[in-house]
């Protein structure tokens, strides 16, 4: 039977099914459907840049669901214009497809800012991230997503159902976005060993960090 995963915050919980898409409790398996226009961010992210998501995925061993989810929430609503998304600087200077932090901010600080404008390069240093971040201790999308959002796991009962701190619902984002690109890769790609790693790789990782 599977179990549902402890919410350090006391929100709602979480399970990961064999196959990768996340249920949250009281919700179900909730996902971005194909008649909402977020959907189509979520597709356009993938044409655009599946090649470097699906080689970072088969990289890190992280499941494309995900990388394909946190680039989505960052910068899919720039998807229809590749050079936009590819050149994104948010207000706190996180820059390009999965919006990473540059110079001693970020994660790496070595890492000259031009590269980060480099979609290839942005997306395999996000995805190593992610994979440092599931190495410290076990991984669950939702944490993943409150430490990449907010820099680290804190609680806030009066901003979600989940009660973590971040902005604009961000893990409830990754996991309906998870769900939804599990079932677009599968039907479209031949990426199915790395889209339905999410359950191995939830027994990983980790979740603070970035802005």
Not at 47 to 68: H, I
Not at 156 to 181: G, K
Request: glycine share 8%.
């Amino acid at each position: 039977m599977l179990t549902w995963a402890a919410n350090p915050c006391a929100g709602l919980r979480w399970r990961t099914y064999p196959d990768g898409t996340i249920e949250l409790e009281e919700l179900g398996r909730i996902a971005v459907h194909p008649g909402d226009p977020r959907f189509g961010n979520l597709e356009r992210t993938w044409k655009n840049w599946g090649a470097p998501l699906r080689a970072a995925a088969r990289s890190t061993g992280l499941p494309a669901a995900w990388l394909l989810s946190f680039a989505t929430v960052e910068t899919g609503h720039l998807a229809q214009n590749p050079a936009a998304q590819a050149a994104a600087v948010s207000p706190a200077n996180a820059i390009g497809v999965m919006q990473i932090l540059p110079g001693s901010r970020g994660p790496y600080p070595n890492v000259p800012t031009d590269q980060l404008f480099d979609p290839s390069r942005n997306i395999a240093l996000g995805a190593e991230f992610v994979k440092k971040l599931c190495s410290r201790m076990p991984c669950e999308l939702p944490l993943l997503g409150a430490g990449y959002n907010a820099g680290s796991v804190r609680c806030a009962p009066e901003r979600n159902a989940l009660h973590l701190f971040e902005d604009h619902d961000y893990s409830r984002q990754l996991i309906e976005f998870n769900n939804a690109a599990i079932t677009y890769l599968r039907t479209n790609e031949s990426v199915w060993p790395w889209v339905a790693g999410g359950a191995a790789a939830a027994a990983a990782g980790a979740f603070f960090w970035l802005r």
